[in-house]
């Protein structure tokens, strides 16, 4: 089956042209403090603008419920993307698909899947914030162009369907896909030029991606 592609951090009604242009699978929405945040009344234009083909993802970081319900009844999203510290209670009770993500440090650290109720788990970076500390601060929520040891996963059964995040590029995404087998691969900043989505690097991507 082709792997399925989502591009995250659309901002600009140009990152929804060239979504459009490449027809991705899933298109991702930022809901939480970043750089590529969007408030409600810029993702209703997104999202109005969007291929009705192209699946919508909202990315939430530890959202009050009833937030993501408003926002998920006014987008018409297709998916709810967790990527903060949610519990597994947390994350259940939507009426749309519903994704856990989790930043991979260790082997270990990934039994937690088994407790999260989703229907996929998207694996993401761990970002080491204070390198020179004596415990690195892992708490910086995806996003940060980094990738982390795909090799840690031939330890570990993953019964979900993996989404796999975390310092995705055109350089790097057909091994990924090699070594990984996930059902999705998700890029950010890989496919930006000076903080904005670069159509050629967006179109890179994807054909290195459809082309395996």
Known sequence: MMVKIKICGLKRLEDIDYA??????????????????????????????????IKKVGVFVNEKRE??????GELGLDVIQFHGDES???????????????RVKDAQCLEEIKNYPVDCILLDSPHVVQCNAPY?????????????????????????????????????????????RPYAVDVSSGVETDGNKDFDKMKKFVERVRNL
Do not use: H
């Open 136 to 180: 690195p601060d892992y708490t910086q929520y995806g996003g940060t162009g980094r990738s982390f040891d795909w090799t840690i996963l031939k330890s570990v059964y993953i019964r979900l369907p993996i989404i796999l995040a975390g310092g995705l590029n055109p350089d790097n995404v057909v091994m990924a896909i090699e070594q990984v």
């Open 88 to 102: 597994p209670e947390d994350v259940v009770g939507y009426n749309v698909e519903v994704w856990k993500a989790l």
């Open 67 to 72: 937030v993501i319900e408003k926002v998920v």
């Open 20 to 53: 459009n242009a490449l027809k991705i699978d899933y298109a991702g929405f930022v809901f939480a403090e970043s750089k590529r945040k969007v408030d409600l009344p810029l993702a209703k234009k997104l999202v109005y603008r969007l291929d009705n083909r």
